[in-house]
């Protein structure tokens, strides 16, 4: 049981490339996040999604895009990719609402 | 939408002494609530969660988390700390979707 996964685990991108980070996961859960991780600031909410075809803004949306075409896949897109953007990214899944989040191991992305 | 404070960015303790990280919630009705651990270079993994049905939570690793109403907690503690304990430590809360607070930074001395 894989759990959650994500792709790829470490990227560096110039400024103003795009990319997309892929999150799966495979226990049928039906909500998903996207955050990012920087220090001292802990885990902010980008975007999540409530189920498949489903998507909602979180805290810090602006500069990203997601899409749930599939249940199990909830993907990140960044389309013009600046230095604001390096992070620890991490994927999540829950069942439902207010159960316990299961993550993915994190993407360190770096924006040159 | 809800969310959680913590207090203390960083906590310093001795081996075996008390460990206490704070939380405070925003909700005016009881809220889902959820501590997690994250060591190094890797994801978070759910310590323990309230979910009203009693208001002392048992963790794992000896971890356990007080719901108090009166003054919007779920302050998380163990009684005797231990090398491997050293971890970031986040609160967060189900609104239903989940925000975390900033994070606790254990430390333990030898």
């Known amino acids: 049981n894989a759990g959650v996964t994500q792709t790829p685990k470490f990227r560096v991108l110039k400024t103003g490339q795009s990319m997309t980070l892929l999150c799966a996961q495979d226990m049928n859960h039906e909500y998903m996040y996207w955050y990012r991780q920087d220090p001292g600031m802990g885990l902010r909410l980008i975007h999540y999604s409530v189920g498949e075809g489903t998507t909602a803004k979180g805290e810090v949306p602006d500069g990203y895009n997601v899409s749930r075409l599939k249940k199990q896949n909830f993907l990140l897109g960044l389309e013009s990719a600046a230095p604001s953007q390096t992070s620890v990214y991490f994927c999540a899944s829950t069942l439902t609402g207010n159960t316990e989040a299961f993550f993915g191991q994190g993407t360190r992305l770096t924006v040159v | 939408a809800q969310s959680v404070t913590q207090l203390g960015s960083h906590v310093s303790v001795s081996e075996g002494a008390l460990v206490l990280l704070r939380c405070n919630y925003s909700?005016?009705?009881?809220?889902?609530l959820f501590w997690y651990v994250q060591y190094p270079n890797q994801g978070l993994q759910l310590l323990l969660k309230y979910t009203s049905a009693a208001t002392l939570v048992k963790g794992i690793n000896g971890f356990e988390a007080e719901f108090k109403k009166s003054e919007t907690s779920f302050h998380l503690t163990k009684p005797s700390a231990h090398m491997s304990d050293a971890a970031e430590y986040f609160c967060?809360?189900?609104?239903?979707?989940?925000?975390f607070g900033a994070g606790t930074r254990l430390t333990v001395k030898p």
């Open positions: 967060a809360v189900s609104d239903p979707d989940m925000r």
């Open positions: 909700s005016s009705v009881p809220p889902y």
